[in-house]
């Protein structure tokens, strides 16, 4: 194994291959950074992770009260759950993931946040897909407790709202789609949802025709890469007193 690069784990997946690896970039200083792939492509890297941390913050930040109820779709690093687990109002956080591969790193603690997240009662992972459970109020995000409603969902899977990790993904976007998901969050519950783009003004009225009220937000952050800085983008959506969605669709 090289000082400099290791390949932790790799798995086939639904998707393709996925896999999780270490490396040592001298220029960078003396950590390490864990990087994960599906196939040739990089999903995410331990040195950028200031906006998975903001999906947090600026989404908690909305929510109002205490017991707070959350999910997070996506663990990925775990960067977006363990800010979460930061706010004391929080009783239980539900991290989904479609991969038992992500989820196993965690649990097996491979990658650096996996053993915070393990030490945090508050926390349980979900093996399921965030979008087939989202758009299911009937049955919801909670496999414990059916139709359960949340605080909080906080979404960090696609890379845009219209550049999709998969491209079954794309069916979620919708003005329906997202009606059910809201239909799982209490009154002034909050949606927030990462971007790696700027604010698209499109999708921001297609959350519109959802949320009571919607506004979005530009994380930057420094990137050693183009000594520049990058921006990625949050979105920060929320119901209404009443919440017409918070009762189930009929779907009969």
């Excluded at 349980?124 to 087939?132: A, E, K, N």
């Excluded at 921001?204 to 009571?212: C, G, K, Q, Y």
């Amino acid at each position: 194994m090289s000082l400099l690069f290791e390949e932790i784990d790799s798995q086939d997946s639904p998707l393709g291959e996925i896999s999780l690896r270490r490396r040592r970039m001298p220029a960078f200083g003396d950590r390490d950074i864990y990087e994960v792939k599906l196939g040739d492509e990089f999903l995410m890297s331990s040195m950028f992770v200031d906006a998975e941390e903001a999906l947090s913050t600026l989404g908690l930040a909305s929510v109002q009260g205490d017991n707070l109820s959350v999910v997070v779709g996506g663990l990925g690093l775990g960067y977006t759950a363990v800010a979460a687990l930061k706010d004391s109002r929080i009783d239980e956080l539900l991290v989904v993931d479609a991969l038992d591969t992500v989820i196993s790193w965690h649990e097996k603690e491979l990658v650096p946040l996996g053993k915070t997240l393990n030490a945090d009662p508050r926390n349980r992972y979900i093996l399921g897909s965030f979008f087939d459970l989202a758009t299911d109020p009937l049955t919801g995000f909670d496999p414990d407790d059916h139709g359960k409603q949340f605080d909080a969902i906080l979404l960090d899977i696609d890379h845009s709202p219209s550049e999709f990790l998969n491209a079954s993904n794309a069916g979620f976007y919708t003005t329906e789609n997202l009606t059910l998901m809201a239909s799982q969050l209490k009154p002034h519950g909050v949606f927030a949802m990462w971007s790696q783009n700027l604010p698209d003004s499109g999708f921001e009225a297609l959350l519109n025709t959802v949320f009571e009220s919607v506004n979005s937000h530009i994380v930057s952050f420094y990137n050693p890469f183009q000594n520049s800085e990058s921006t990625n983008s949050v979105y920060v959506c929320v119901t209404g007193a009443n919440n017409d969605q918070a009762k189930a669709p009929d779907l009969a």
